[in-house]
């Protein structure tokens, strides 16, 4: 049995969820939002900017 990681608990039961989204999680969503011409939210919490993450990956084909 495997253990779960912190990548694929939902973003809703992470402890640290509500805090403002890290470095890497706004430079990443800022490439995705450019791809996708959508809008870029800097002031996402850490469990907002996952669900974004995933949202945006699979409009512009990556992560997969």
Do not use: H
């Not at 996708?36 to 800097?42: P, S, T």
């Amino acid at each position: 049995m495997s253990e779960m990681t912190n990548t694929e608990k939902d973003p809703n039961e992470w402890v640290t969820g509500d805090e403002p989204m890290t470095g890497a999680q706004a430079s990443y969503l800022k490439t995705l939002s450019d791809e996708a011409g959508e809008a870029f939210d800097e002031k996402m919490t850490k469990a907002d900017a996952s669900k974004r993450i995933d949202a945006l990956q699979g409009k512009t084909g990556r992560g997969q």
